[in-house]
T-cell receptor, first 113, second 117 residues
Framework: AQSVTQPDIHITVSEGASLELRCNYSYGATPYLFWYVQSPGQGLQLLLKYFSGDTLVQGIKGFEAEFKRSQSSFNLRKPSVHWSDAAEYFCAVGPRGTDKLIFGTGTRLQVFP | DAGVIQSPRHEVTEMGQEVTLRCKPISGHNSLFWYRQTMMRGLELLIYFNNNVPIDDSGMPEDRFSAKMPNASFSTLKIQPSEPRDSAVYFC???????????????FGPGTRLTVL
């Protein structure tokens, strides 16, 4: 069955530090891959997505993610975190042939000044 | 362009009452999704529509839940009768499902926070 794993439930970083949020998926073929961010009390906002082509994808707010087929991973990175990045981050997989998305359980990011 | 619109933003009701949540998708989108988010279960897909037709309702928890999409610009999620365990944030999302089976970005509404007392 298709699934998405975000192994880190909660991450705390200092402002200015680098960030990597992990995402692993289980799917027979290369799916469509997404990262969403949810600020408190808000809906989910798309950060970036991968459909095909260059495996390093640039998104909004200075985020990027790299698709690694051999590791079934799509980790999200940011070189320098800002306090406003504190939020919950969701990785999602979109199996081809359907418009459903399968979401991971999310990673809550806390940023200390 | 307006995003996905949901109403009400907050709803407090008593157990046993009927609750109706409303959603207006982004104009031109042909797929609509209803999700429920709780601390315990995370983000769950309840049901989704394509071209106003329900495609997958396997996530609807029980018969107390029903969803309709009478036209391309409006959908409702109804809970009757409501129970305290239905308390959650309910999100509506829409997307453009492309020919050939390609999914695309889902755009989420701000959610409806439902509290059932």
């Amino acid at each position: 069955a298709q699934s998405v794993t975000q192994p880190d439930i909660h991450i705390t970083v200092s402002e200015g530090a680098s960030l990597e949020l992990r995402c692993n998926y289980s799917y027979g073929a290369t799916p469509y891959l997404f990262w969403y961010v949810q600020s408190p009390g808000q809906g989910l906002q798309l950060l970036l997505k991968y459909f095909s082509g260059d495996t390093l994808v640039q998104g909004i707010k200075g985020f990027e993610a790299e698709f690694k087929r051999s590791q079934s991973s799509f980790n999200l990175r940011k070189p320098s975190v800002h306090w406003s990045d504190a939020a919950e981050y969701f990785c999602a997989v979109g199996p081809r042939g359907t418009d459903k998305l399968i979401f991971g359980t999310g990673t809550r990011l806390q940023v200390f000044p | 362009d307006a995003g996905v619109i949901q109403s009400p933003r907050h709803e407090v009701t008593e157990m046993g009452q009927e609750v109706t949540l409303r959603c207006k998708p982004i104009s031109g989108h042909n797929s609509l999704f209803w999700y429920r988010q709780t601390m315990m279960r995370g983000l769950e897909l309840l049901i989704y529509f394509n071209n106003n037709v329900p495609i997958d309702d396997s996530g609807m928890p029980e018969d107390r839940f029903s969803a309709k999409m009478p036209n391309a610009s409006f959908s409702t999620l109804k809970i009757q009768p409501s129970e305290p365990r239905d308390s959650a944030v309910y999100f509506c999302a829409s997307s453009l499902y492309l020919a050939g089976g390609s999914t695309d970005t889902q755009y989420f509404g701000p959610g409806t926070r439902l509290t059932v007392l």
